[in-house]
């Protein structure tokens, strides 16, 4: 894959070091003349000393060849606009992928055309929220294309789904389980599985219906 | 009119004293309090302190109700996705950003957000002056002309390229 990683921050080198390692093409966009030289120093001549917001720069990294861009600044506003000037400028390309500092800026930079975010913070959250010993409902992530999204969910004690049939449980149409996670094996969620006390249910769902999963496993 | 703008750099102060003084609803928002030095003695708008591309903050200062937007920070990054919130999202009506990078400002342009370039702006009236080309700068340098006057007080000789028209 070819992949240009626009800003050389921690975040963006960390990303080109993991992505040359892994055997992939990078070029990286970063405006600070100091900051190009040390990276170069560590990974090579895979930087562009360049504004990474600017159309003509990203033409130069070879974006219009690029299988993803991926603006990884520590700016939202910088991210959305290199984001969408990439849209612009470099043709029917890949993914374009921006970092977004502000978890709040996800659903502003899919009203806004780009639908692909990462949020460090919603990361943190979800692994933290795993730890947690109550709740045990995790929408874990979205589904690239769709308005799908995966869901996990711990069967408590207690739960009304504990003991019943996947089939007799009432899920909302168009939700699935996908597979039931128990002593750390997959056991196929079939509709004739029956669920136990600490079994881990994997969920594909409308994301639209997210409540009505929910309510089917937890009551 | 009720008119929100976002940055209180010297264009974004100049022209909230401007609007306020003609009477209409003013809204400055800037990260820094320091910017709103910028205004003008007397200023009778609302200011507020927070980041103008934020949803939350631009809930908090009555986007809804307003109907001029204007994005007119530092940052054309900023001041684009300021707009296109606006836009976009709370379908404000009139909305404008500033965009000094002339090439981003086309491309924008194109795709809806309308924006300027205080770059390219520059350069033609520039041009105009040394070329002493009246119809294109006329109204313009009238206009600054008169608006440097009411904020100074003070009196400035137009410039003959001006005064020897037609």
Redesign the interface.
């Known amino acids: 894959m070819y992949v240009v990683v626009a800003g050389g921050g921690e975040v963006g080198f960390h990303l080109a070091k993991a992505l040359i390692e892994a055997g992939h093409e990078v070029m990286v966009i970063e405006s600070d003349r100091r900051r190009s030289q040390w990276i170069e120093e560590r990974l090579g001549s895979v930087v562009l000393n360049a504004p990474a917001?600017?159309?003509?720069y990203q033409l130069e990294a070879g974006c219009q060849r690029a299988d993803a861009v991926l603006a990884v600044t520590g700016?939202?506003?910088?991210n959305?606009?290199i984001c969408?000037?990439a849209r612009?400028n470099c043709g029917p390309l890949g993914r374009v992928i921006a970092r977004v500092n502000?978890p709040?800026n996800e659903i502003?930079f899919k009203?806004?055309g780009i639908q692909e975010t990462v949020s460090s913070t919603r990361v943190l959250m979800n692994v933290i929220e795993q730890e947690l010993p109550t709740g045990g409902f995790l929408p874990l992530m979205p589904l690239t294309g769709s308005h799908l999204e995966l869901i996990e969910a711990e069967i408590a004690a207690g739960s009304p789904a504990s003991g019943k049939a996947v089939r007799a449980l009432k899920l909302p149409d168009g939700a699935l389980i996908g597979g039931i996670v128990r002593g750390g094996k997959i056991v196929p969620g079939v509709g004739e599985a029956v669920l136990e006390t600490g079994d881990r249910v994997i969920v594909f769902s409308p994301t639209a219906v997210e409540a009505d999963v929910r309510k089917a496993l937890f009551g | 009119m009720k008119v929100l703008i976002v940055g209180s750099g010297r264009v974004g102060a100049t022209l909230a004293g401007v609007l306020s003084d003609e009477g209409h609803d003013v809204t400055i928002v800037d990260v820094e309090r320091a910017s709103f030095a910028h205004l003008p003695a007397g200023f009778k708008g609302t200011t507020y302190l927070g980041n103008g591309?934020?949803?939350?903050v631009l809930r908090q200062v009555g986007i809804d109700e307003v109907d001029w937007f204007l994005a007119l920070t530092q940052?054309?990054?900023?001041n684009?996705?300021?707009a296109?919130?606006a836009k976009?999202?709370f379908g404000v009506k009139r909305v404008i950003a500033k965009v000094n990078?002339p090439?981003?400002a086309e491309?924008y342009r194109e795709?809806g957000i309308p924006t300027l370039s205080r770059t390219t702006i520059l350069a033609v009236l520039l041009r105009a002056m040394l070329l002493e080309e009246p119809e294109v700068g006329e109204v313009l340098m009238e206009r600054t002309l008169a608006l440097e006057k009411r904020l100074t007080g003070e009196q400035a000789p137009a410039p003959p390229w001006v005064t020897a028209k037609r």
Do not use: F
């Open positions: 917001d600017e159309g003509r700016e939202d506003a910088k959305l606009v969408q000037l612009y502000d709040k502003v009203t806004l | 591309a934020d949803l939350d940052g054309d990054n900023r684009l996705m300021a296109q919130i976009e999202i990078d090439i981003r491309i795709k």
